[in-house]
Nanobody, 123 residues
Framework: QLQLVESGGGLVQPGGSLRLSCAASGFILDYFAIAWFRQAPGKEREELSCINNSGGSTDYADSVKGRFTISRDNAKNTIYLHMNSLKVEDTAVYYC????????????????WGQGTQVTVSS
């Protein structure tokens, strides 16, 4: 059964950094694009970044471009989100999700989701 588990969230001060991990099991990661999303209280879920199945193509939302970097290690079946220069407005629950092969900015294309990890940016 396809499963995604996020980790690495926590409390960080503004300007700080965190690395989130998304561990995949039950499927071959090589066949899936993986995206990171977040949802803050009272707001819609927002797609932040996506990496295609091979890792050769990435894309970012304007809100995180230049601050966040997505990467993947298919040998470890893990996808990462490196977050730098964190802002208070980055506070949210962060999720990873899988779609077949190619990235998409259409959320229904992502059929498998993790349970989320909380990121809180506060002084």
């Amino acid at each position: 059964q396809l499963q995604l588990v996020e980790s690495g969230g926590g409390l960080v001060q503004p300007g700080g950094s965190l690395r989130l991990s998304c561990a995949a099991s039950g499927f071959i990661l090589d066949y899936f694009a993986i995206a990171w999303f977040r949802q803050a209280p009272g707001k819609e879920r927002e797609e932040l970044s996506c990496i295609n199945n091979s890792g050769g193509s990435t894309d970012y939302a304007d809100s995180v471009k230049g601050r966040f970097t997505i990467s993947r290690d298919n040998a470890k079946n893990t996808i990462y989100l490196h977050m730098n220069s964190l802002k208070v407005e980055d506070t949210a629950v962060y999720y990873c999700a899988a779609a077949p092969l190619r990235c998409s900015w259409y959320q229904p294309d992502f059929r498998s989701w993790g349970q989320g990890t909380q990121v809180t940016v506060s002084s």
